[in-house]
C-alpha cells in the first residue's frame, strides 16, 4: 500500500506539554526545509503572512500556479508551505485529467470541524475545499457532476483493481473525470485525507484535500524512494 502512515508528529508541539506545567510550549520555528522545498518547485509565493495556528504559513500567488488556485470569496491562497508543496506533487493527476484551475472556498480558517470541538486541518493551513475543477474545454461542479459509490471509495486500495472498480460505472465523461480525480489522488501520498460527497453531506459539493504535517519530512525518506507517489 502506497499511502504511508502519518506519524504521531501531528501536533508535536501539544505532545511536548507536559500535564501540569502553565507555561505554554515555545512555538515551533517556521520548516526551513518545506520552503527549501517549495522554492526549488519555481512556485511563486510569499512567506507568511503569520495565521494563528500555522506553522508555516505562505501565500501562493494563485494565477501563477498550475492548477490556477481560483478563490471564491476572493481570498488570498493562505496555507501551511506543507499544503502548497502537497499541491505541487499532485500536479501530475492534476494534469493527467487536463485540469488547470481549481475554484476554492477555503485554504486557512481558524475554525473547528463541522459538529465537533476539534480543530480543524484548516485551522493548521493544511487543507483546502476545492468546489470545482476546470479544464481546458470544460468545468468539472462537484455539487452537480459527482456521481457517489460510497462503497467502492471506503474500500478504495491500490491494486486488486481499486481504482478501476473506485471510478467504473460512472455515467458521465464528467462524473468519470471527478470519480477519477478523487480516486487517483487518494491512491498518491500527496494528501493523507480526501473526503468526497461519497463520505457525508457536509461534502456534498467539494473535495476537502488534507496534506500531512510532516509530507516533505516523508518525501526526503527512504520509504518516499521505494514508494515515489
Ligand atoms: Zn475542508
Request: aromatic share 8%; net charge positive; glycine share 8%.
Amino acid at each position: 500500500m502506497r499511502r504511508f502512515l502519518v506519524m504521531a508528529a501531528v501536533g508535536g508541539a501539544a505532545a511536548s506539554t507536559v500535564a501540569g506545567c502553565a507555561s505554554a510550549p515555545p512555538p515551533v520555528p517556521p520548516d526551513q526545509g518545506c520552503l527549501a522545498v517549495l522554492r526549488s518547485r519555481g512556485v511563486d509565493f510569499a512567506e507568511g503572512p503569520d495565521l494563528k495556528g500555522v506553522r508555516t504559513p505562505v501565500t501562493l500567488n494563485g494565477d501563477r500556479f498550475s492548477p490556477r488556485l481560483k478563490a471564491r470569496a476572493g481570498r488570498p491562497a493562505e496555507m501551511d508551505c506543507q499544503l502548497a508543496v502537497a499541491l505541487v506533487e499532485a500536479r501530475p493527476i492534476f494534469q493527467s485529467y487536463g485540469i488547470t484551475e481549481l475554484d476554492f472556498s477555503g485554504a486557512y480558517d481558524y475554525r473547528n470541524r463541522r459538529h465537533s470541538a476539534k480543530l480543524s486541518a484548516h485551522a493548521a493551513g493544511l487543507a483546502i475545499d476545492v468546489h470545482v475543477f476546470h479544464g481546458n474545454a470544460r468545468q468539472y461542479v462537484v455539487a452537480s457532476s459527482f456521481e457517489r459509490r460510497p462503497a467502492a471509495w471506503r474500500t478504495l486500495e491500490l491494486g486488486r483493481g481499486g481504482l478501476r472498480d473506485c471510478v467504473a460505472d460512472a455515467r458521465t465523461a464528467r462524473g468519470r473525470t471527478l470519480r477519477g480525480l478523487a480516486c487517483r489522488l487518494r491512491l498518491e501520498n500527496a494528501f493523507r485525507i480526501i473526503i468526497t460527497p461519497d463520505d457525508n453531506w457536509d461534502h456534498h459539493d467539494h473535495f476537502h484535500l488534507e496534506a500531512p504535517p510532516n509530507f516533505t519530512d516523508w518525501m526526503s525518506s527512504p520509504m518516499a524512494a521505494r514508494n515515489p507517489g
